[in-house]
């Protein structure tokens, strides 16, 4: 029997309307603080490979230090949303922006005073990355607790993602200059200070504080983490977009990271003009995030879904052999879909799972979306050597049509709606 829903009317498109969201003081607070912090987070990653590479160290080197980041991350994340669950998402993000500010300002202080092996950068970029793994569930719950006007939500999350976008683009274009100027140190000490903001802005917050029913030390970590399971399982449109996403990280994107410079330098002229495929991508997110505000769509997870298929056009593009205006327009494309999509799947979680299960849920579709995006990058290269990057790239961007098409067929994302009670 189909379920009755209201409708929902059109929100005012006046900028100061889609804007409303920054009057809310702990929103507002809390961008201020986030945005600081992710710009500082984007420039680090240069800082650190030029800090290996200037210290004598090379690609094995260098290989080390970025498994260590991205290593903890995987096996941190469920245990981060249990914590998140247990103690209040501000209380984690607040411990992981000192924390991880603490650990750059050390790091930049080893270089500075050059005296910083790698088996130093490994421990300290490892300890970065449980400041991470922790940050990211409690992210994803502590949103709603912002905005008290709960149809400002989607707003909040559009922001969110312009300083995201914002900052893949600018960040390291603005680390590429210090470190040149002043070297990886300086970089370091920057982010270190972002962190500080980040945390202040968290500290200043009047937020009530939320733990899961029954959580606490006395309560084991694998009964919650199995009780996490159970909710994430039961509802359908979560676990089918996060196998979606998933599965496109590790046949569509992985391949296109790796795949999409190789080609750029083989023919389309170097770096250059792969430099000009992510700009635009970075250009089209910023784009898409200003295209949603005040913008809700009443079946959002279609809408989402539907804009996940510009991922399929950049690949196609290489894949085809077009030439550069193309692969431009295709990431373009791919960029504002990016933007929707991302904005609408944190929208819906956010609202259609209970507070007390946010950081787990959140923790639990964070790992199933880029788990399989490190083997992706790792047979990417040994999978094209053998039947060619075109062909590679071409394939994924059939699957994301195929899957696209077959997601939309399932009446869990395709028919959901915002005023639809939860299944689970």
Known sequence: MAVETERIPARPRRLGDRLAVLRERDFRLFFVGYA?????????????????LDGGGGGTALGWVMAARILPVVLMLLAGGVIADRLGGRRVMLGSEASRGLVQAVFA????????????????????????ALFMPAFGAIVPDLVRRKELLGDANTLLGLARSVSTVAGPALAGVVTAARGP???????????????LALARLRLPERKAPGAGPGTSMVRELREGWAEFTARPWFWITTAQMGLFNLLVWAPFLVLGPLTSQRELGGARAWGLV????????????LLMLGRRPGRPLAVATLAALGWALPSAAFGAGLALPWVAAGALVAGVGSA???TLFSTTTQEWVPQELLGRMTAYGSLGAFALGPLGLAVAGPVA???????????GA?????????VLALPAVRDRTWNEPDEA
């Open 278 to 289: 992510m700009g635009v991508y970075g250009a089209g997110a910023v784009l898409g995030g």
């Open 36 to 52: 600081t912090s992710l710009l500082g987070s984007s420039m680090a990653p240069v800082a650190v490979a030029f800090a290996v």
């Open 185 to 199: 140190a300086a970089v370091l000490l920057v982010d270190a200070l972002t962190y500080g903001v980040g945390a």
């Open 109 to 132: 202080a080893l270089l500075a005073a050059g005296h910083a092996p790698v088996w130093a950068m490994v421990v300290l970029v490892a300890v970065w990355g449980v400041g991470e």
């Open 385 to 395: 050597d053998r039947l060619g990057a075109d062909r590679v790239l071409s394939a």
């Open 340 to 342: 929707v999509c991302g």
């Open 398 to 406: 059939l699957w994301q049509v195929a899957a696209t098409a077959v």
